[in-house]
């Protein structure tokens, strides 16, 4: 059973940075395309951004310039650093396979908090 673990959340003011991640049990980076999502308070929860197998790397049109997406397969550990952060930027971020989540891999997420 594969377990993600995301972690590095926090508060930060707007324009700050955090790096996110999230480690798996398994060696899933190597099968699957990745995904970081988030959901805002009562809304719907959206993917950000995903990396393939390869590298390659696509952004929702809100984040691009802003986050990165990279992955460690030697690690089983995939990444999200956030830059220039803003308060729209708040919520629950999560990490699953791409385009279709797998249920039974959704953990806690990480809550990042953009405010002054």
């Known amino acids: 059973q594969v377990q993600l673990v995301e972690s590095g959340g926090g508060l930060v003011q707007p324009g700050g940075s955090l790096r996110l991640s999230c480690a798996a049990s398994?060696?899933?980076?190597?099968?699957?395309?990745m995904g970081w999502y988030r959901q805002a308070p009562g809304k719907q929860r959206e993917l950000v951004a995903t990396i393939t197998k390869s590298g390659s790397t696509n952004y929702v049109d809100s984040v691009k310039g802003r986050f990165t997406i990279s992955r460690d397969n030697a690690k089983n550990t995939m990444y999200l650093q956030m830059n220039s952060l803003k308060p729209e930027d708040t919520a629950v971020y999560y990490c699953?396979?791409?385009?279709?989540?797998?249920?039974?891999?959704w953990g806690q997420g990480t809550q990042v908090t953009v405010s002054s």
């Open positions: 398994g060696s899933i980076f190597s099968i699957y395309v």
């Open positions: 699953n396979t791409s385009p279709y989540a797998i249920s039974g891999y």
